[in-house]
Antibody, heavy 119, light 109 residues
Framework: EVQLVESGGGLVQPGGSLRLSCAAS????????MSWVRQAPGKGLEWVAN????????YYVDSVKGRFTISRDNAKNSLYLQMNSLRAEDTAVYYC????????????WGQGTLVTVSS | DIQMTQSPSSVSASVGDRVTITCRAS??????LAWYQQKPGKAPKLLIY???SLQSGVPSRFSGSGSGTDFTLTISSLQPEDFATYYC???????????FGGGTKVEIK
């Protein structure tokens, strides 16, 4: 059974940093593109970043470029999102997501971890 | 960037009704489109990919159609468990980004 379990969310002040982690199991982690997708309270879904199987390619939504860094450790079956210079508008539930096949659709989602940016 | 526009933003329907949700892309995306269902407090669930392919385990009352810029999700006979919010997602610009529509909430009439 595929499982994605996020951790690391919480309350942080504007300008602060947070690192999210996602522990993956039930599949060959190193074979799939992985993504982070977020959802602000009461709002829709927004793709944040994705990373290729070997970590050689990473892409970000414009609003987080230069502030967020996606990474992975295939030996630990783990995905990460380092978030710096956090803003109020980054407040959201952050989902770890596994691609379907090539990587263009999201087949599996974690339960999400809430990040709240507030003073 | 490719923008995805869903309509309507909400729809009220009764059990047994046929429900149609539309998604329009700001430029052609071939068949690179998926549909997701999300219930309150839960992660989204993949229903349809490649515009019309039914994800494994999804009931056949769900169907998708379209190509280019205009797409449709149809629920042929609405069931109580189908009351949720539905999102479309384009994958034409993968891996440099994917974008979701704004969502359509299907509510009980």
């Amino acid at each position: 059974e595929v499982q994605l379990v996020e951790s690391g969310g919480g309350l942080v002040q504007p300008g602060g940093s947070l690192r999210l982690s996602c522990a993956a199991s039930g599949f060959t982690f190193s074979s799939y593109w992985m993504s982070w997708v977020r959802q602000a309270p009461g709002k829709g879904l927004e793709w944040v970043a994705n990373i290729k199987q070997d970590g050689s390619e990473k892409y970000y939504v414009d609003s987080v470029k230069g502030r967020f860094t996606i990474s992975r450790d295939n030996a630990k079956n783990s995905l990460y999102l380092q978030m710096n210079s956090l803003r109020a508008e980054d407040t959201a539930v952050y989902y770890c997501a596994r691609a379907k096949g090539y990587g263009d659709y999201v087949e599996y989602w974690g339960q999400g971890t809430l990040v709240t940016v507030s003073s | 960037d490719i923008q995805m526009t869903q309509s309507p933003s909400s729809v009220s329907a009764s059990v047994g009704d046929r429900v149609t949700i539309t998604c329009r892309a700001s430029q052609g995306i071939s068949s690179w489109l998926a549909w997701y269902q999300q219930k309150p407090g839960k992660a989204p669930k993949l229903l349809i990919y490649a515009a019309s392919s039914l994800q494994s385990g999804v009931p056949s009352r769900f169907s998708g159609s379209g190509s280019g810029t205009d797409f449709t999700l149809t629920i042929s006979s609405l069931q109580p468990e189908d009351f949720a919010t539905y999102y479309c997602q384009q994958a034409n610009s993968f891996p440099r980004g994917i974008t979701f529509g704004g969502g359509t909430k299907v509510e009980i009439k």
